[in-house]
């Protein structure tokens, strides 16, 4: 079976412009979460979503959004990107909304802003 | 006060070493504790889970807590190269509609052949 696939792999972005990134699930997999893993540290919580909705939002602005399509895969959205946003965005997939224990993450899409 | 704190290392030990990685944190209302490894350029991979104080182990890896001190391990017996890796430990905070979990920065841990 597939992991949690994300794309683009990488991305080189300049400051002010938008950004989408794209997470598919493992298969059967209802909930997604989005992490941001700043260089030299450790990921940190930016959304999940389950079932289509906004279940949790970190300490993040809100030129970060998100949203889950019907086949529960899910995409994040940055606008007016600032240097700060350079890092590893993280997808991580759970069978359900609160199965910490069984959540997997992709290898991460990394964002380059200049 | 970060809420999960490790040493960034890095740590270098030699093939077949007892390797110890430690982490504090401070706000003892959660009780969910878990490490990940992560290779460069991958996504973080659970390595253990727990709930509880005491040990769990699993293979050549023992998860111990102490909650009593805020303090959690990782111990990683006959240590190979393959282990060389950044550890992360985590821990899961529970909101009103979501759970997230909390990283510390990482170890990042080599072993020597």
């Known amino acids: 079976d597939a992991g949690v696939t994300q794309s683009p792999t990488h991305l080189i972005k300049t400051r002010g412009q938008h950004v989408t990134l794209r997470c598919s699930p493992i298969s059967g997999h209802k909930s997604v979460s989005w992490y941001q893993q700043v260089l030299g540290q450790g990921p940190q919580f930016i959304f999940q979503?389950?079932?289509?909705?906004?279940?949790g939002r970190g300490n993040f602005p809100d030129r970060f959004s998100a949203r889950q399509f019907p086949n529960y895969s899910s995409e994040l959205n940055v606008n007016a990107l600032l240097l700060g946003d350079s890092a590893l965005y993280l997808c991580a997939s759970s069978p359900d909304r609160a199965t910490n224990e069984k959540l997997f993450f992709g290898s991460g899409t990394q964002l380059s802003v200049l | 006060q970060k809420e999960v704190e490790q040493d960034p290392g890095p740590l270098s030990v030699p093939e077949g070493a007892i390797v110890s990685l430690n982490c504090t944190y401070s706000?003892?209302?959660?009780?969910?504790f878990m490490w990940y490894r992560q290779y460069s350029r991958k996504g973080p991979e659970l390595l253990m889970y727990t709930y509880s104080s005491g040990n769990k182990e699993d293979g050549r890896f023992t998860a111990q807590v102490d909650k009593s001190s805020k303090y959690i391990s990782l111990f990683i017996r006959d240590s190979q190269p393959s282990d060389s890796a950044t550890y992360l430990c985590?821990?899961?905070?529970?909101?009103?509609?979501?759970?997230?979990?909390?990283f510390g920065s990482g170890t990042r841990l080599s072993i020597r052949p």
């Open positions: 979503y389950y079932e289509k909705e906004e279940r």
């Open positions: 706000n003892s209302a959660f009780q969910y």
């Open positions: 985590a821990r899961v905070s529970v909101g009103s509609s979501a759970s997230k979990i909390i």
